[in-house]
């Protein structure tokens, strides 16, 4: 890529507004590459190994930094980020799908008055994720002799996180209450999944 970059700015460096001295820049980058892959890799040392990745960094600084410079439309068109190897963007946004998955999660115990979920899903995961960007768990105590509540819907508190294992802390009054949660899947757009099924543990 950086060879055919030189070869075909060269050509248009006045069209595309490239400066030659940006053009000598990359070329000596172009050639030093060339130079450290040329030599056999059975006869390459540690010395040589070392030197060339090196090379191929600032080979890659340079071809980013002469990309951020000197290619945008216009002055180039369509058909010249193809020629350059480049991908055209995509002006077309592929839809986030709705997450269709049901999420729930393992309870350990880490700590007096500290629950640790373990957050995995049950079925339905989508390919997209997007769809998955995290969860929201719903979350809630009870008293032990009070009737437990219904479904996720009941649940009053939530918290967001994107993590696989969330941590919640309780005070020392709620000790031996009962925490109940229920988790729901959103997308990157914000939109939620079907309530998953709900949980619960004593808090210790």
């Known amino acids: 890529m950086g060879s055919s970059w030189v070869q075909i700015t060269q050509t248009h460096k006045t069209e595309w507004n490239i400066l030659q001295e940006s053009i000598e820049k990359l070329t000596t980058a172009v050639q030093a590459a060339e130079e450290a892959n040329a030599k056999p890799p059975m006869m390459r040392t540690a010395v040589d190994a070392a030197n060339g990745k090196r090379i191929f960094k600032e080979l890659q600084d340079a071809l980013r930094d002469f990309k951020k410079r000197y290619f945008y439309i216009p002055p180039l068109n369509e058909g010249n980020f193809v020629q350059l190897g480049l991908r055209l963007k995509d002006t077309e946004p592929t839809p986030v799908l709705d997450p269709v998955?049901?999420?729930?999660?393992?309870?350990?115990?880490?700590?007096?008055?500290?629950?640790?979920?373990?957050?995995?899903?049950?079925?339905?995961?989508?390919?997209?994720?997007?769809?998955?960007?995290?969860?929201?768990?719903?979350?809630?105590?009870?008293?032990?002799?009070?009737?437990?509540?219904?479904?996720?819907?009941?649940?009053?508190?939530?918290?967001?996180?994107?993590?696989?294992?969330?941590?919640?802390?309780?005070?020392?009054?709620?000790?031996?209450?009962?925490?109940?949660?229920?988790?729901?899947?959103?997308?990157?757009?914000?939109?939620?999944?079907?309530?998953?099924?709900?949980?619960?543990?004593i808090v210790p």
């Open 101 to 201: 998955g049901l999420a729930k999660a393992n309870i350990t115990f880490p700590s007096s008055m500290q629950l640790m979920l373990h957050i995995q899903p049950v079925e339905g995961t989508q390919d997209d994720a997007r769809a998955y960007y995290g969860v929201r768990i719903y979350y809630d105590l009870w008293d032990a002799n009070e009737t437990p509540p219904a479904n996720g819907k009941s649940l009053r508190m939530s918290r967001f996180t994107r993590r696989k294992k969330e941590r919640f802390i309780f005070q020392p009054e709620d000790t031996g209450k009962i925490a109940y949660f229920s988790i729901r899947y959103e997308n990157s757009k914000g939109k939620a999944g079907p309530w998953g099924p709900m949980f619960w543990a």
